[in-house]
């Protein structure tokens, strides 16, 4: 049974948010894949953010923070409750006045910040040129590559509490570990991040970034839709290498394929369902499981009304 969203939706146009009714979380998934979410509201400042999660509260909705979508596989039955995408006052990067700290806020993709410290010959961030997700969904997953993490680099980050409350967090506080940090699983809203950069030098900076680049295009299926590694870092080895071995390279459900292009990815060939993902990563869950001993664990987060 659907919520009551009356009061909510009253609110919400009190509010000055943004709100679509039934909307499909295929538009807002780097995957493509996701069905309707009752309700979808744009909050551009921390006013709005606040009454909202005041109402939500009181009414005893589920909500869902959403980032840029690319760790998320949304159920082909949608979301019941609300999804909240942050923008406007969210977005802004800024230099702090110590001249090599950056603050971003959550809702800026992760691209503008490192292009930002590019701009500003600031070093640190150049291992993230090329991961598609908002900073502050970078920040809760503790996103990393190519030797590089969150942890190593973020200082501070400020946070809106479910009750209300303003935090700042330095870096020390934030549990972070292999794709984990204090918010994980929470429901703290994350504002803003600081970022503890070094100078550097601007072409050196640059041609890092395009180096990573160019590796990430050869051996990913960039030009297709996925959220990334479907798999956490096994303790005995990489999950594309298990997944390689067991033969599955190649291997389709409905749209879901495993990349031919590299195993810890999984595509949407055009079509995918959520369901398709599903079976395809519970697939690759027993054979690896039956082949290798290792049992695989999700780093894709799954959402939404259970199929
Ligand atoms: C082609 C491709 C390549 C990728 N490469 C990498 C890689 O190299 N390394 C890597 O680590 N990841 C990679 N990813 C995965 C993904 O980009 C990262 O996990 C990214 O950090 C997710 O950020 P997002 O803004 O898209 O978060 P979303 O997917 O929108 O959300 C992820 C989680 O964060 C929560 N969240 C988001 N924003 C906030 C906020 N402001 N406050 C509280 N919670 C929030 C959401 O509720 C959700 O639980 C890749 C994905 C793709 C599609």
């Known amino acids: 049974m659907r919520p009551d969203y009356t009061r909510f939706d009253n609110v919400a146009r009190e509010l000055g948010c943004a709100c679509l009714r039934e909307e499909p979380m295929s538009r807002h998934t780097t995957f493509r894949i996701g069905g309707p979410a009752d309700r979808f509201l744009t909050v551009t400042d921390e006013k709005q953010l606040i009454g909202l999660l005041q109402i939500l509260r009181e009414e005893r909705l589920p909500w869902l923070l959403l980032g840029n979508g690319s760790n998320l596989l949304v159920s082909d039955q949608g979301i019941r409750g609300a999804v909240i995408a942050l923008s ?3 977005s802004r990067v800024e230099l702090l006045p110590d001249g090599e700290t950056v603050r971003a806020g959550a809702a800026a993709p992760l691209a503008s910040v490192c292009a930002f410290a590019r701009e500003h010959s600031l070093s640190g961030l150049e291992f993230a040129w090329g991961i598609p997700g908002s900073a502050g969904g970078a920040a809760y997953m503790n996103a990393g590559a190519y030797g590089g993490e969150m942890k190593d680099i973020v200082k501070r ?3 809106l509490t479910e ?13 972070f570990s292999y794709r984990h940090s204090r918010y994980t699983g929470g429901s703290d809203v994350i504002l803003s991040v600081e970022y503890r950069l070094v100078p550097g030098n601007r072409e050196e900076i640059s041609a890092k970034m395009e180096e990573l680049m160019g590796r ?6 960039y030009d297709q839709p996925s959220a990334g590694s479907v798999f956490k870092r096994p303790q005995n080895g990489f999950a594309a290498a298990l997944i390689e071995e067991c033969g599955l390279k190649g291997r389709k459900i409905g749209g879901a394929q495993v990349s031919p292009k ?3 990815f999984i595509v949407n060939t055009g079509g995918a369902s959520c369901r398709d993902v599903l079976a395809l990563i519970d697939m690759i869950k027993e ?20 199929e």
């Open 157 to 159: 980050v400020t946070h």
């Open 287 to 306: 054979k690896v499981a039956a082949e290798k001993g290792t049992q695989l664990e999700c780093e894709v987060r799954v959402t939404g009304e259970a």
């Open 216 to 221: 990430r295009k050869e051996k990913q299926p």
């Open 88 to 90: 406007g006052d969210f």
């Open 262 to 264: 590299h195993a810890g």
């Open 163 to 175: 009750g209300g409350e303003v935090v700042t967090v330095s870096c020390g506080e934030l549990d």
